[in-house]
């Protein structure tokens, strides 16, 4: 990003938040939320809670403890509230980064799962900014602005080159599928979400989209597809996922279960 282009001054409201958010590619969340607590912390104390979200973000083996981890600390956000009784407060403040921090990182954890409030990363920005407003502290509106910056992008990412139709890419972005194999009610409820995006065009862009990812190495990425392949597929599709059957990912191998199955019924 050119120094240009860089936001001369952090988001005042949502809004703003959520459109530098666009700027911002998905895969950089959890790192970006990670540092703006770590210097968060630098300004405001730590209780026990937040330090250990703040050990959760640093270390990836301990990301799927993110859910615990904001439960801890939305229990000690309910105190201080009520403690707080609406004035401002950085002990608060630095709570609802926590919050929003263990939010972003549970996402990064399930990506393909639907997001645990997809705004999240907007209002953990938000939420910084306005505790380095309250603090005062000219390096931490700095040092936030620059993270920040040196994340975002000149234009939204995949807004311009994208080779697959919008709909498509709304599929792959909103992270549809994991969750699917779950159960029979979520799997047709998701089912239903592709085909209602898909609606009366042409399925074989996002078919031929599905069959090209199934030997990409992210295991998330490959059940996605075969959620996608199970709905757009073609019974001559099967051969493309039966090597997937016997596959070292048990999540891929089930996938590959059901998506065989649809594909042979379809016949």
Known sequence: MSEDSRPEQLPADISSSNALVRRIAAETHADLARMILELSLEFVPAI??????????????????????????????????????????????ILGVAENTAKVIYNATYPLAPPFDSDS???????ASELSAMLGEDRFSNELRDLVAGCATDEVPGANHVERPAWIELLYQRGYGLSAFKNQHMMFLHRNFVQDAIGGGDKSDLRRAALASLEEADGNRVIQ??????????PGDLDAVKPLLDHTHEGIRKAARTCSLELYRAR
């Open 48 to 93: 026990p809670e937040v330090a250990n979200v703040a050990s959760i973000a640093a270390q990836r083996q301990r990301w799927e403890e993110a859910q615990a981890a904001f439960d801890a600390v939305r229990r000690e956000t309910l105190r201080a509230e009520s403690r707080c009784q609406g004035k401002p407060d950085p002990e608060l403040m």
């Open 121 to 127: 990363m907007a209002y953990l920005i938000l939420t």
């Open 225 to 234: 597809s075969l959620f996608f392949l199970m709905v757009t597929g073609e």
